[in-house]
Nanobody, 115 residues
Framework: QVQVVQSGGGLVQPGGSLTLSCADS????????MNWYRQPPGKQREFVAT???????NYADSVKGRFTISRDVVRNTVYLQMNSLKPEDTAVYYC?????????WGQGTQVTVSS
């Protein structure tokens, strides 16, 4: 059974930083792909970043150079370090784990960038 648990998020001023975490607490093999998505207010969910099981990463153009995805293999946890945050980064952020041919979503966490 896969359980995806998110933590982090909150309110931060423009230019600030936040770190989100996403833990796959299920047993068995490691994830195949772990993605971060976000849904800004009144908009559709959009891709933010991805990490493959081999460690390769990719980012949306809007966050490239500001966000970094990393992982702790022992804890089976992936992190999204968000720097130089902008008001347009305000959204609910979701972790998505692809594992065993299935897709699992975290509960979502609010990130608000405002002065």
């Amino acid at each position: 059974q896969v359980q995806v648990v998110q933590s982090g998020g909150g309110l931060v001023q423009p230019g600030g930083s936040l770190t989100l975490s996403c833990a796959d607490s299920g047993s068995g093999s490691s994830f195949t792909v772990m993605n971060w998505y976000r849904q800004p207010p009144g908009k559709q969910r959009e891709f933010v970043a991805t990490m493959l099981s081999g460690g390769a990463t990719n980012y949306a153009d809007s966050v490239k150079g500001r966000f970094t995805i990393s992982r702790d293999v022992v804890r089976n946890t992936v992190y999204l370090q968000m720097n130089s945050l902008k008001p347009e980064d305000t959204a609910v952020y979701y972790c998505n784990v692809l594992k065993g041919g299935l897709s699992y979503w975290g509960q979502g966490t609010q990130v608000t960038v405002s002065s």
